[in-house]
């Protein structure tokens, strides 16, 4: 059963250009978030999604930021017109449903963007 | 809104020594969940250990064990028989409805020497 997959594992852009994130869930998980780490900084949430539908996006940057978990294929996060301050590395994770026995996000490998 | 603060920017054991690791957080929920996340040099981020606020008894996971005192909103780690493998950052995270949306803390840089 494969983990939580990103992809790619780094991606180098260009200030202005977009950059596209992937994560594939693990098999079975319908919960998807997506966080950001800055260097020598924890974890910051950004936004949680559903198939189809974006449940929290509490953590997004008003503009530029975009997130999506389409009903096939894996969850996209887009960052429109990168400037230096977006490099950092960005996880996603899954999990199953939210019932009162599930506590465990499992996390892929992050995505480490330099903007340059 | 929710915090999470870890006071130890760093660390750094002998092998086979005991550390403790030290969090503490600020909330007004009553029914939450505390996790340790272990994050080695590969950047995976590798779940410890979790603590359910409801349950009393402290969370063990073999060389891991958690202090967990809610009225003080504490959540200390310790590893016991520390090893070269446990070198790593260490980050403290809170989770209100389990999974969802964790707030973490600013990790500890963990170094065990040999």
């Known amino acids: 059963n494969a983990g939580v997959m990103q992809n790619p594992r780094h991606l180098v852009r260009r200030r202005g250009q977009e950059a596209r994130l992937r994560c594939s869930p693990m098999k079975g998980h319908s919960h998807v978030y997506w966080y950001r780490q800055l260097p020598e900084e924890g974890l910051k949430f950004m936004v949680y999604l559903q198939k189809e539908n974006i449940i929290d996006e509490s953590g997004m940057p008003k503009e530029r930021f975009s997130a999506e978990f389409p009903k096939e294929g894996p969850s996209i996060l887009r960052i429109q017109q990168v400037v230096r301050g977006d490099s950092a590395a960005y996880f996603c994770?899954?999990?199953?449903?939210?019932?009162?026995?599930?506590?465990?996000?499992?996390f892929g490998q992050g995505t480490r963007l330099t903007v340059v | 809104a929710q915090t999470v603060t870890q006071s130890q920017p760093e660390m750094s054991v002998q092998e086979a020594e005991t550390v403790t690791l030290s969090c503490t957080y600020d909330?007004?929920?009553?029914?939450?969940?505390l996790f340790w996340y272990k994050q080695p040099p590969s950047r995976q981020m590798i779940l410890v250990i979790r603590q359910e606020a409801y349950k009393q008894q402290n969370a063990t996971e073999n060389r891991f064990s958690v202090n967990f005192q809610k009225a003080a909103k504490s959540f200390s780690l310790k590893i016991s028989d520390s090893q070269l493998g446990d070198t790593a950052m260490y980050f403290c995270a809170f989770g209100y409805q389990g999974a969802q949306k964790l707030v973490f803390g600013q990790g500890t840089r963990l170094t065990i020497n040999p």
């Open positions: 994770a899954s999990s199953l449903t939210l019932d009162r026995g599930n506590t465990e996000a499992f």
């Open positions: 909330t007004s929920e009553n029914n939450y969940y």
